[in-house]
């Protein structure tokens, strides 16, 4: 059966080190990183985290709406959808998808002994920010978690592909809050310092917060990439734990380029997961090494923005789209010497290289995969 | 020292919900984890959680609990002589 | 577009209750779910020590699953895949782990707790135990979606990303839940239209 092409268009992003693409292009050129020391309450020790600062934030949401009533990952979200929608002069009809992808939502709006309000409910959120650009269809939010952001990509072609929509604006976001601080703390798994995916001296997770957004679209014009395979296969091995032989993020892997007809060989470029766990990153060289992809370029992009959980996906896939169309491999931030067995490509400085196949892969909690390549719009020219 | 392990085994029991498994069946040395009462990561870092509430003892390295968490007897000890509550 | 899909086997947990192709195998009408889920474990021969571990929404997915997924061998190549969603995500656990974290003075955040605060932990847990090397995706709705359910479902079986998919609509949140699972396959059985998904969930 053969499936339509579906492209994407337009992206942008709200992050700690800029409120549009080009803005956080230039940080990630120049090595800069978003992530930064906090002391507040949300843990009793200080912590490292990518955090938006919140001046910026209500500066730049004024010259969108006077609307007070949104929550602040709501206003992430508007912010980082906004654009998108001018920009592309795609209307929110009948045809048209809002895919938001999310972890936690507003799980800040919780509090001890109070009814749960409309936007504690992932759906509320939606609603919030469907009703502000007037979407008519139903919001379809995506909660699988950190795979949440790269699987709404693929939730979006799928559902393009299948003749339900024509486009899906895709939108991700997390915040970083007490409630995730303290859960990923219990595990032990918070660095001491910022993270350092792939590095022999990683230490754990630094979290940060973001907003992502792309046109997902069957038209071809103004296309930066074509999604031409994706698939998110579970490791049926441990709810937390990631699986000691990368089987399921092998079987994504594979059941991307099986979609997508170009072989292991053809891949110029990995954005991967990398959280910086000994473990996590341990899975991924060990199915990068199976699939034959351990002399391909990869990075993590948590150096530069922490791991923002279900914006993650989509925002280090909007990164990875600029590097394509850039033809630049940007450097892998915090890490300086091997720290997994098996031997994979880390990019150490940033330099330039020909990009026209770019794989796109994260884990997570539950056992899930995800990964979706994407094929420069212009290949060949 | 007795006592202490009885009340580890109708904790551990407890907290990790084992199900199926009486103060009766676990011996002073069997093995917590593996073959032995088959605890995974997250009953570790459960069990760091309880050492922390119930008897005041934070590990300043997680990498300490698989020494420490080998058996009921070896916990035991390890709760007797650095306990804070 | 033609539907050469079927619903081969349905299964529905609520109020106490659970039906497996509209008969009933298991009742405790009055009993709050976790008396329930531990009587209705044993009745069904679930025989998985891990299950006592879970929280309310992986308990109530996990026997619905159980249910419709026996009769298949659990040795790696039963490509089914699992279709979530409910409209409470995990704001059941979330609401107790955020409690729990409330009080500085009595401030032991608990990972088996928040390890459940995702809602696709549960499509994990499956997936464990079926060894269920498949697609999983969770969505969230404000209500059952049939629409959803059945242009998802469809397209993961046009595309061969599937050779059968495990529908579920699980929510839980304080004393309400419902678990609503179906298997789609070209095996014969109810035709697999919007419809007939949404008559079965009525029940």
New interface residues.
Partial sequence: ?K?KNIYITHTNCITPLGFDVDSNIEAIANGITGISKQENSML?IPFYAGVVNNDKLEAAFAVISNNQSYTRLEKMILLALYPVLQKSGVKPDSKTALVLST???N?TS???GNN?PDE????GL??NVANFFGFTT?P??????CVSGI?AIS?AK??I????YDNAFVVAGDEVS??VL??F???QAMSAEPCKPYSANRTGVTLGEAAAAVLVTKESVNAKATVIGD??????????GPSRTG??LV?SIE?ALK?SGISAGAIDYISAHGTATPFNDEMEAIAFNRLGLNEVPVNSLKGYYGHTLGASGLLETVIALEAMDKNKLFASMGYDEPGVSQAINVIEKTEEKEINYLLKTAS?????NTAVIFEKANNGK | MEALKQELKEKIIDV?????IAVEDVNDNDPLFGDGL?LDS??A??LI?ML??DYGIKLADPKEGKAIFQSIETMAKYISENRTK | ?ANNYFITDHCIIEKGKVLHNGQEVFAMPEAAFPDFA?QAYKHLNTDY?K???MDNLSKLSFLAADILLKEYIAD?SNNTA?LFAN???S?DT??K???S??DKDD??????V??Y?????C???I??K?????????????AF?PE?FA??A???L??A?ADRVLCGWVDFLKDDYKAFMYLVSKEQGTAHTKENIQTLYNN
Avoid: W
């Fill in positions: 059966m499936l009793p972890t936690k939502g799980i919780l509090s001890k749960l504690a409910y992932l759906q939606a609603n139903e379809v939010v995506v909660s699988n978690a699987m939730v799928r559902l592909q299948a003749g339900i007490e409630f303290s859960g703390n219990s595990f698939g998110s296969i579970n490791d049926a091995n441990h709810i937390s089987e399921g079987r059941s979609e997570g909690f539950g056992g899930c | 990790l919900n084992l199900e199926d088959g997250i009953d870092l459960e959680v922390d509430k | 577009m531990k020590a299950f006592f571990k790696g699992l409209s409470s995500s704001l979330d609401v782990y955020n409690d974290i409330a401030y032991f955040p608990s990972p088996a928040f390890v605060t995702l809602p696709n932990i499509m994990g847990e997936s464990i079926h060894k269920l090397y498949t697609e999983n995706s969770f969505f969230i709705f404000e979606n959803f242009a998802y469809q397209a993961l046009d595309t990303k």
